[in-house]
């Protein structure tokens, strides 16, 4: 059984900083690519940020220069490092990573049960 919890969201001030964690448990033999999602109320889940296994790394255009992702494979954990932040960023984040599990054969894709992120003054 494979699960990826997030944690890391709250409230924080607009220009303020936060750092998500991802973190993955269970049988796993291999994570590939990993991305970081948000959902506004009403609006459509969309792509924030994405890395490969190799640390190839894709953002936004609306999150480049302010939002950085990494990963570290030893912890099975990946991280969104979010700074400058806009009452715009306000969503419930999640994290959605392709993972071998023990005795499979293909990666598949899991979610977390997502983290809220509120910016407001």
């Known amino acids: 059984q494979v699960q990826l919890v997030e944690s890391g969201g709250g409230l924080v001030q607009p220009g303020g900083s936060l750092r998500l964690s991802c973190a993955a448990s269970g049988s796993i033999v291999s994570i590939s690519d990993v991305g970081w999602y948000r959902q506004a109320p009403g609006k459509q889940r969309e792509l924030v940020a994405a890395i490969t296994s190799g640390g190839y790394t894709n953002y936004a255009d609306s999150v480049k220069g302010r939002f950085t992702i990494s990963r570290d494979n030893a912890k099975n954990t990946v991280y969104l490092q979010m700074n400058s932040l806009k009452p715009e960023d306000t969503a419930v984040y999640y994290c959605?990573?392709?993972?071998?599990?023990?005795?499979?054969?293909?990666?598949?894709?899991?979610w977390g049960q997502g983290t809220q992120v509120t910016v407001s003054s």
């Open positions: 959605n990573a392709a993972i071998l599990g023990r005795g499979g054969y293909t990666h598949n894709r899991y």
